[in-house]
């Protein structure tokens, strides 16, 4: 049966991986990454009923209206994917610059609760759906 799944960092890595992998064995993808560029080159590869947004989801007012839009269109997600994450240059914590981790907890934090935030809620209301939240493994590590 086909599913609707949610990706958030579509672009690169695992999350385009699973884009087209999805695709491939026959769900749709509602998916996100900050880049526009790399939007427009998704939508060529994959067309509808996939639909691919420029989001950062380290806004959340970017997020609440791209989630609108996707649930005025669609039913809720059977399953969000957060997958929207970047890493800072390896380096001790006092050598990485604060606007550089600021980012990172943004997006890699904020960015979870955001789409979770604003997506679960139509879930739950739903009944149904599976949320899954992936981490580096850069998170359970240390440079020094």
Excluded at 37 to 43: H, L, N, T, V
Excluded at 80 to 87: D, E, K, R
Excluded at 98 to 110: A, P, R, T, V, Y
Aim: proline letters at 5%; aromatic letters at 10%.
């Amino acid at each position: 049966m086909s599913k609707l799944i949610l990706i958030t960092g579509i672009s690169k890595g695992l999350g385009y991986a699973m884009t087209q992998g999805f695709i491939q064995q026959g769900h749709t993808v509602i998916g996100c990454t900050r880049s526009s560029d790399a939007i427009d080159k998704i939508r060529q590869k994959f067309s509808a009923p996939n639909d691919f947004t420029s989001v950062n989801v380290a806004n959340e007012q970017l997020v609440k209206k791209w989630a609108q839009d996707v649930l005025q269109k669609y039913s809720p997600p059977d399953i969000v994917i957060n997958n929207a994450a970047i890493t800072n240059y390896p380096a001790p914590l006092w050598e990485i610059p604060s606007e550089e981790f600021s980012d990172l907890i943004d997006i890699n934090i904020k960015g979870v609760a955001n789409i979770i935030r604003h997506f679960v809620p139509a879930m739950v209301k739903k009944k149904r759906g599976i949320i899954v939240n992936f981490s580096s493994g850069w998170g359970r590590s240390t440079w020094a």
